[in-house]
């Protein structure tokens, strides 16, 4: 254990150096750039209060903080999942040149997704004060679903990244299981819809829902950590971990030859 910290700190350089490559090259030859991270959740929102609160009836002036708690949340998971399973590839030309440990490329991915989605949380923060969201002391628990999606994102780009280098068509599949995902995370419709229907279990098997069920009690409920969820979740994320760095440690000799 001592020999992996001691390798990751030589190299934290160029891990922020690379964070920072992802982060410029996001927001390119874009004349709004790093704005951008709060503008567009800000017209989702808006876009999916109006179609999902204002024409579905829902009369929740909180709708709004339901709806962005749940992109938020979503929209890191997404980007950072499909940054992570591309990173190996993308950094082919610096793998065949110079050693670096290779797990250094998905984990500056997941960061630099990160970085920016915490810019964005700034949205969040307005519209709560907007909407007088009551601040309480469960609010800074927030901070728990917070860690969890990032480790919970790194397993799955750390496994999606080691598949990825040996079945290209991963990227389309991927894009599709992330439909389902957030259709089952319930973003922008009411959970009560869904268990009047019978199929509220599509939900306990998201470990993704179990995050964005907690960081909505913490944020608006004023409620503590529910502890299902926070099992779920915390269970998932610690199993991810583990197959997807076992899988890329397998493999990673193995990367070369095919990318």
Not at 72 to 78: A, D, G, I, K, N
Not at 224 to 237: E, K, M, N, Y
């Amino acid at each position: 254990m001592k020999q992996y910290i001691q390798n990751f700190l030589k190299y934290r350089h160029l891990l922020i150096e690379l964070v920072k490559k992802d982060i410029k090259l996001k927001y390119r030859k874009s004349y709004l750039g790093i704005l951008w991270t709060l503008i567009e959740p800000l017209m989702t929102m808006i876009v999916l209060t109006i179609v999902f609160g204002t024409l579905f009836g829902n009369k929740d002036k909180q709708f709004p903080v339901y709806v962005l708690t749940g992109r938020l949340l979503y929209s890191f998971f997404s980007t950072s999942t499909k940054a992570a399973m591309k990173s190996i590839r993308a950094n082919s030309g610096m793998i065949k040149k110079v050693y670096v440990p290779k797990y250094i490329y998905p984990l500056s991915s997941t960061l630099s997704s990160y970085v920016t989605f915490l810019i964005s949380l700034i949205v969040l923060v307005g519209v709560a004060v907007v909407l007088k969201v009551p601040f309480t002391k469960y609010t800074l628990l927030a901070i728990v679903p917070l860690v969890i999606v990032l480790f919970m994102s790194y397993g799955v780009g750390m496994l999606l990244a080691t598949m990825a280098v040996f079945f290209r068509d991963l990227e389309y599949l991927w894009n599709v299981v992330l439909m389902m995902v957030m259709y089952t995370s319930a973003i922008f419709y009411p959970v009560e819809r869904l268990v009047k229907t019978g199929f509220s279990w599509i939900l306990n098997i998201n470990p993704l829902y179990s995050v964005i069920v907690n960081f909505r009690n913490c944020i608006i409920d004023g409620k503590p950590l529910d502890p299902t969820a926070l099992t779920i979740s915390v269970g998932f994320t610690i199993v991810i971990l583990i197959v997807g760095m076992v899988a890329f440690y397998k493999k990673q000799d193995k990367f070369i030859l095919s990318i």
